[in-house]
């Protein structure tokens, strides 16, 4: 269950740009860092908001996505009674907090809800489609708010067909995963059978031995010099790999 931050990357199409850059090279470098105001953006409009694309995992590695939460720092400046937050936006709407600004930089986190309903799949976490927010609610008549870092947390599981390795005969653990491929070349079991099964990783979980699926060729390489030659039985169809 990885959990990733994803920064702001650019406001390229995005369906609000209406903040003010105050202090920063652009606005996704004045929103990457919680440095008070030496990199910030602003607004001192009701309603303003402000969009950005951020930097998604890339579609092979997501599998179910759990949750999404936006977080950002800001505060108000000069007169009380600011109401602004972060949130979520795509083609359905939006999913925002509203809470009242101190004077003081703080942490607001908005869990956000697929806007339009339903759950959020892989397809949705993608540049053009969902967008980090900012927003201004409210002014009172003098002053703004900035804001000084904002940003996603993804929650997902990895997604992709892996492959279990595993003895045939009795099911143990052949190799820990990653980083010791190079040691299959040193085993020799003649007279083993060997499985490698494509499988949702769910169905393997005795099992610590498994392959994403663009793994694949560099396992069949390294067991293609395994001594013994094992024969190779598939689980599934071969299209599933």
Not at 3 to 19: I, K, M, R
Not at 53 to 81: D, E, H, I, R
Not at 186 to 213: C, D, K, M, Q, W
């Amino acid at each position: 269950m990885p959990v990733s931050d994803l920064a702001a990357v650019d406001v390229t199409g995005v369906p609000y740009d209406q903040w003010q850059l105050y202090a920063g090279a652009s606005k996704p470098a004045a929103v990457a860092a919680n440095d008070g105001d030496t990199t910030m953006i602003r607004s001192g409009t009701s309603n303003y908001r402000q969009c950005f694309n951020v930097a998604w995992p890339s579609p092979s590695v997501l599998g179910k996505v759990n949750s999404l939460t936006a977080k950002g720092y800001l505060k108000y400046v000069t007169y009380s009674g600011w109401y602004a937050g972060v949130g979520c936006r795509n083609a359905s709407g939006e999913r925002m907090s509203k809470v009242a600004m101190t004077t003081a930089y703080a942490l607001y986190t908005q869990a956000c809800p697929r806007p339009g309903g339903g759950s959020w799949t892989p397809a949705d976490c993608a540049s053009g489609v969902t967008w980090l927010q900012v927003m201004c609610y409210t002014s009172p008549g003098g002053g703004n708010v900035p804001c000084t870092q904002a940003w996603f947390t993804l929650d997902y599981d990895a997604g992709g067909t892996f492959v279990s390795l595993i003895w045939h005969d009795n099911f143990s653990i052949l190799l820990p995963l990653l980083g010791l491929l190079g040691a299959l070349s040193g085993i020799s079991r003649s007279g083993s059978e060997l499985l490698l099964a494509a499988v949702n990783p769910e169905a393997y979980r005795h099992s610590r031995t498994r392959f994403r699926r663009d793994e694949l060729p560099m396992v069949l390489e390294a067991l293609r010099q395994i001594q013994s030659r094992p024969r190779f039985v598939f689980l599934g169809q071969p299209a599933m790999l």
